[in-house]
């Protein structure tokens, strides 16, 4: 199999791009894993409309598998199109994120879990199943809530840029 081929077809997948954070169970808290964490991640799909659940895949070398393996609660932000720079924030590495906690509102849903302010919408979920599969984590989560947004324009990730979604 041609990794580099793989790699260029999935680049021309759209996708979109979503914040995933977590409230770490106390146990699991130190000063390289903060209580609350969050990354960017565009694998992310509904699974089952009933129940509710969602999927989500994590590298397992990223950071955020350790986030996930250490929260029983998490949630899925769905960033508007005015959002790139939460993404960028987010993208990186808890210790590189720097002040985005500070830079971006956020408030908690009922399970403790951070949702960020001014996206499309959140799902607030549990987690109910993990699965490790070749180098990512693959995360089964039923959702308790949903919170919609004031805006339904989405960000959208393709081909290493972003861009936003026009009717055809």
Do not use: C, K
Request: hydrophobic share 45%.
């Amino acid at each position: 199999m041609d990794t580099e081929a793989f790699l260029s077809l999935a680049r021309t997948w759209a996708a979109t791009v979503t914040v995933v954070t977590a409230r770490r169970r106390s146990s699991a808290i130190t000063p390289e894993a903060p209580e609350v964490d969050g990354f960017t991640a565009t694998a992310f799909m509904m699974l089952s409309l009933d129940p509710p659940l969602l999927a989500l895949g994590v590298g397992r070398d990223s950071g955020a598998d350790d986030l996930l393996e250490d929260a029983d609660f998490l949630a899925v932000n769905l960033l508007s199109e005015g959002q790139a720079e939460v993404s960028h924030a987010f993208a990186r590495h808890h210790r590189d994120r720097g002040d985005a906690w500070e830079r971006f509102p956020w408030t908690l849903d009922a399970h403790g879990t951070p949702l960020l302010a001014g996206t499309t919408g959140a799902f607030s979920a549990r987690i109910v199943e993990r699965q490790h599969r070749g180098d990512h984590l693959l995360v089964l989560a039923e959702v308790t809530a949903v919170h919609r947004g004031d805006t339904e324009r989405t960000l959208v990730y393709q081909n290493r840029a972003y861009g936003r979604l026009s009717p055809l």
